[in-house]
């Protein structure tokens, strides 16, 4: 933009002239060019398709309703750009892998999938389980941590670390390969190369002296729910035989709450509506019942029903 370069000189001599005025001329020219070059939330329609928001859809057992959502009731709208918006916290997106029974509800988070195990609207608390261990290997690896925006999603306090040690030296003392060698039937390594450890929040001192880097050179650390660690590691052998990977087929659980404090999804949904989120986590609009958004909240609906009705189409 010219008056990026210009305005400093004119705004720098006129500026004891006409102090005011040129303050305001450089409010509104900054006004006009943060949308022309970032995007500004596009507005959702008066009216919009309620049949995004009003509907609660089961995905195998799991009861998918608002804050999330499913991937295929997003919508899409066009003003400065085209984005897609959802009724629901952009981050607690749900894809329904499959149909009827065998359907499967899939999250992702950081790049990676994860199955839905459970979602408790009561507690807000998702239960969730890496979809590569969610199948039937006994002794399933472990590929990546968790890793997830915090906008929406918290760890919970229910979690305790499972962390698992790999690419290891050949020659590790026998004390850790007796105890903590994941071991199924004498088959190598899940996770290839060399042996792998499997390690409880009990056994950290050990865990810290085999993952030094004399060791061992790979250590990943993934969140499980505490009761089911403590029942399946009561018998070791047991745990590094294969019970570790029905810990980590329990999945772990996080917690929802609202994103940031300063947008408006805590009243909107205090006047009984939903918030519609862009893509880009930017709270647009207070979808309200009866297919009319609500700008702040739903109470401004009661409040101008004939504007709302006679803008609609
Ligand atoms: C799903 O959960 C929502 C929110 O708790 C509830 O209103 C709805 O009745 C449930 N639907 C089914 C099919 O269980
Ligand atoms: C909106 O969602 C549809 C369907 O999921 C997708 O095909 C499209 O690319 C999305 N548009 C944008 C701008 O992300
Ligand atoms: C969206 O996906 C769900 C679950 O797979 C399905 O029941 C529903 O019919 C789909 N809706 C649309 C509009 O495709
Ligand atoms: C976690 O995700 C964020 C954003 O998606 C990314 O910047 C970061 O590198 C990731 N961290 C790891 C350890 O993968
Ligand atoms: C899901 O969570 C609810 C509430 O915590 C619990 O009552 C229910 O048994 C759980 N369902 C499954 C399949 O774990
Ligand atoms: C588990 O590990 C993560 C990442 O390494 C860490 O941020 C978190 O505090 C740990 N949790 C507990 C309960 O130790
Ligand atoms: C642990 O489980 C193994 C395999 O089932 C069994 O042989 C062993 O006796 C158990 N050990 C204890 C202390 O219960």
């Known amino acids: 933009m010219v008056p990026s370069l210009v305005l400093p000189l004119v705004a720098g001599m006129a500026a004891h002239l006409l102090c005011l005025p040129v303050s305001v001329f450089v409010f509104l020219l900054l006004g006009v060019h943060v949308p022309a070059s970032h995007g500004s939330p596009a507005p959702i329609p008066p009216s919009y398709d309620a049949s995004i928001c009003w509907e609660t859809s089961m995905c195998g057992s799991v ?13 899409e709208i066009t003003y400065h750009y085209t984005s897609n918006y959802s009724c629901g916290y952009t981050d607690l997106e749900i894809t329904c892998q499959d149909e009827g029974p065998t359907a499967t509800p899939v999250i992702r988070l950081g ?4 199955t839905v195990l459970n979602i408790s609207y009561d507690s807000h608390t998702i239960t969730l389980a890496d979809s590569d261990v969610h199948g039937d290997a ?21 979690n305790v670390n499972l962390t698992f040690v790999f690419d290891c030296d050949p020659d590790v003392p026998p004390r850790y390969t007796s105890k903590y060698r994941i071991d199924c039937d004498g088959v190598k390594s899940p996770f290839g190369g060399e042996a792998s450890f499997v390690f409880t929040p009990d056994d950290k001192d050990d865990e810290r002296e085999l993952a030094a880097p004399y060791y061992c050179k790979e250590v990943i650390t993934v969140p499980v729910r505490s009761s089911f660690l403590a029942m399946a590691s009561n018998n070791q052998t047991m745990f590094t035989s294969g019970g570790y990977g029905e810990v980590l087929r329990h999945g772990f659980e996080l917690v929802w709450s609202y994103g940031t404090t300063d947008d408006h999804c805590e009243p909107c949904e205090e006047s009984g509506g939903h918030c519609a989120y862009s893509q880009h986590r930017e709270f647009l609009s207070c979808l ?24 609609g189409n």
């Not at 790049?111 to 994860?114: K, R, V």
């Not at 009866?290 to 009705?309: F, L, R, T, V, Y």
């Open 63 to 75: 009861n998918i309703s608002y804050p999330f959502y499913l991937s295929n009731a997003t919508r």
């Open 111 to 114: 790049g990676d999938d994860y």
């Open 288 to 311: 309200c019942s009866g297919g009319k958004a609500g700008n702040p909240n739903c109470a401004d609906i009661s409040a101008n029903k004939e504007s709302a009705s006679s803008s």
């Open 138 to 158: 006994r002794c399933p690896a472990v590929r990546h941590g968790v890793n997830f925006s915090e906008v929406w999603l918290h760890t919970s306090t229910s």
